[in-house]
């Protein structure tokens, strides 16, 4: 008895949450190193934001990547651009309840290809010194040039100068 209610009690909230995802569609091929979007409709007894989730069937177990948070239902789309993931055939879009009452899968896309992947960014750094230090550099090795004789030569610098005099 107690499982035939559970039974009718989740078949009736799935008739409530009418949250079903149009795009992407069974077997679309997506680049995801240019803008892809992803496409909803919704009824008023939705929730009113959402998490959207790459589901990757193809690992054991699947893997799940978030591509956004909070995205309001109303939207009815959400597009990205460059999003990283490894080339394959078995890819869903989750569409996740991130309320206390509403959490879980809302709706599932059919499943996609990614037919190319975004890039990571990458940063670069410099072994060549720049401009300022270079410059820092060089004024600090002229000022060492003009270090006085008696700092190099100790106490015959003078004696070498008396010298250089006479000749």
Known sequence: MLSKTFITLASLLAAVSALQITEPALNDK????????????SVSSDPTS??????????????????????KTS??????????????TKYQINLVGSSKTNSGILAQSQ??????SGVEPTTTTSATPSATS??????????????????????????????????
Request: proline share 6%.
């Open 111 to 116: 499943q996609f290809e990614v037919t190319k």
């Open 75 to 88: 939207d009815g789309k959400y597009s990205f651009t460059n999003f990283v993931t490894p080339v394959g």
């Open 30 to 41: 997506l680049d995801f190193s240019g803008t892809n979007t992803i496409e909803w409709t």
């Open 50 to 71: 959402f998490e959207i989730v790459l589901l990757d069937n193809s690992a054991t177990p699947p893997t799940q990547k978030t591509i956004a948070d909070s995205v």
């Open 134 to 167: 270079a410059a820092a550099a060089t004024a600090t090795q002229s000022t060492n040039a003009a270090v006085p004789l008696g700092k190099t030569f100790g106490v015959s610098a003078p004696i070498l100068a008396a010298l250089a005099m006479l000749f």
